[in-house]
T-cell receptor, first 111, second 114 residues
Framework: SQQGEEDPQALSIQEGENATMNCSYKTSINNLQWYRQNSGRGLVHLILIRSNEREKHSGRLRVTLDTSKKSSSLLITASRAADTASYFCATDRSNDYKLSFGAGTTVTVRA | NAGVTQTPKFQVLKTGQSMTLQCAQDMNHEYMSWYRQDPGMGLRLIHYSVGAGITDQGEVPNGYNVSRSTTEDFPLRLLSAAPSQTSVYFC?????????????FGEGSRLTVL
């Protein structure tokens, strides 16, 4: 069964705006990751946040993790057309090699 | 480095046929895995391996076999294809010490079973 679920399922924004998507999960995790998938391509790793971290930045990406609420958010600032893609959260549990993905959020950035 | 290479990119099978999806990585990664991606369902783990000679089942292993005779290769075998196995298959690898870590994905193999 899927551990993580993203919200919203789809998001359409204007270039230059910020995009925020959320991920909720069910059981305790070791770390949480975010991936991007462009249409017809493989997934690309964006960022990993460990269970003892609360916030992490990478370029225009900001990820937060709230383990008490079992949720994470991904913020993309100053979006560009090239950010149009599907975004997935993935979680794994301690001593567990089974990385579990959510169904993803499809982001469309309009020029 | 080529990263993770999957072949073939596209394949059409008839029900009952067998085939092997190939996956190779040149990063000396211990961990390798196979996922299938279906619309609206994200990625589901089929099988994974934490090193040569070691394989284990994921979330949806039925109808698939794997082996890991070398660090580089992790083929996925469909023994008797069924229409329910129509999907896009992704192979992924990682350094994999203690847990999965950052996965590197191939470009996918799109399989249609008629």
């Amino acid at each position: 069964s899927q551990q993580g679920e993203e919200d919203p399922q789809a998001l359409s924004i204007q270039e230059g705006e910020n995009a925020t998507m959320n991920c909720s999960y069910k059981t305790s995790i070791n770390n949480l990751q975010w991936y991007r998938q462009n249409s017809g391509r493989g997934l690309v790793h964006l960022i990993l946040i460990r269970s003892n971290e609360r916030e992490k930045h990478s370029g225009r990406l900001r990820v937060t993790l709230d383990t008490s609420k079992k949720s994470s958010s991904l913020l993309i600032t100053a979006s560009r057309a090239a950010d149009t893609a599907s975004y997935f959260c993935a979680t794994d549990r301690s001593n567990d090699y089974k990385l579990s993905f959510g169904a993803g959020t499809t982001v469309t950035v309009r020029a | 480095n080529a990263g993770v290479t999957q072949t073939p990119k596209f394949q059409v099978l008839k029900t009952g046929q067998s085939m092997t999806l190939q996956c190779a990585q040149d990063m000396n990664h211990e961990y390798m895995s196979w996922y299938r991606q279906d619309p609206g369902m994200g990625l589901r783990l089929i099988h994974y391996s934490v090193g040569a000679g070691i394989t284990d089942q994921g979330e949806v292993p039925n109808g698939y076999n794997v082996s890991r005779s070398t660090t580089e290769d992790f083929p996925l075998r469909l023994l008797s294809a069924a229409p329910s196995q129509t999907s896009v298959y992704f192979c992924a690898s990682s350094v994999g010490t203690a847990n999965t870590g950052e996965l590197f994905f191939g470009e996918g193999s799109r399989l249609t079973v008629l």
